[in-house]
C-alpha cells in the first residue's frame, strides 16, 4: 500500500487550492445536502495558488470532507463543515473543520490505517498524508472552532518567476 502510493507520479503544474476544494465540494454536494450539512466557506473568493497534482489533491480533499461528513452521522443540529483557504506561516493554508465530536483519541498515534468505522479501511487519512508528502506540504490535526476535528494542510507557495 505504502509503495503503491509513494510511487505514484505527481505532476507539479500551477494549480488553484479553490478550484480544487470547490470541486471536492461539488463531488460531495449530494451528500451534503443528504445529511443536512451546512458548508461554512472562508477565503474562497480568491485563488491561492500552488504547484503540485490537482487531481490528486481532490481525491486528498474529497477525503477530508467525506470524513468530516461522516464525523456528523447521528450528531445533533446544527451540522457544520467549515473550509477555509489563507495564507499562513507554513505556506497556503487549507483547513477543514467540522461540528463532530472530534478525532477519537489514539486514531492520530494509529495513523495511518487505522479505522473507527465499521465500513471503513482508514486508506483515506493515508492518502491524504501521502499527498501532503508528495508535496512537499504539512498535514496537521487540531480542533475546529465548529467544536469537532480540524485538519489542516499547507503547501509551499507558487514561486512565479
Ligand atoms: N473529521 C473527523 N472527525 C472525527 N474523526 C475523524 C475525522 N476524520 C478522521 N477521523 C478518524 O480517523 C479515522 C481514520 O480516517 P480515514 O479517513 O483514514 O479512514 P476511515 O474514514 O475510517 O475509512 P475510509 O476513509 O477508508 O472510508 C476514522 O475512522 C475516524 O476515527
Ligand atoms: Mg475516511
Redesign the pocket.
Known amino acids: 500500500m505504502r509503495s503503491l502510493l509513494r510511487n505514484v507520479h505527481t505532476e507539479a503544474r500551477p494549480l488553484d487550492l479553490v478550484t480544487v476544494a470547490e470541486s471536492a465540494l461539488l463531488y460531495l454536494r449530494p451528500r451534503l445536502e443528504a445529511g443536512g450539512v451546512e458548508v461554512l466557506r472562508e477565503g474562497l473568493e480568491q485563488p491561492a495558488w500552488i504547484a503540485g497534482d490537482a487531481d490528486q489533491l481532490q481525491v486528498a480533499v474529497s ?2 470532507v ?3 461528513l ?2 456528523l452521522r447521528g450528531s445533533a443540529d446544527p451540522r457544520r463543515v467549515a473550509v477555509a483557504i489563507g495564507r499562513g506561516p507554513q505556506g497556503v493554508e487549507l483547513r ?3 461540528s ?5 483519541e489514539g ?2 498515534a494509529g ?7 465499521p ?10 498524508r501521502t499527498t501532503v508528502d508528495n508535496h512537499g506540504g504539512v498535514l496537521q490535526f487540531g480542533t475546529s472552532p465548529l467544536g ?4 489542516r494542510l499547507a503547501f509551499p507557495p507558487l514561486q512565479t518567476p
Request: proline share 5%; charged share 15%; hydrophobic share 45%.
Open positions: 477525503n477530508l467525506r470524513n468530516a461522516e464525523a477543514i473543520g467540522d463532530g465530536a472530534g478525532i477519537p486514531v492520530i495513523l495511518p490505517l487505522i479505522t473507527t468505522k465500513d471503513g479501511s482508514g486508506i483515506g487519512l493515508f492518502v491524504v469537532g476535528a480540524e485538519v
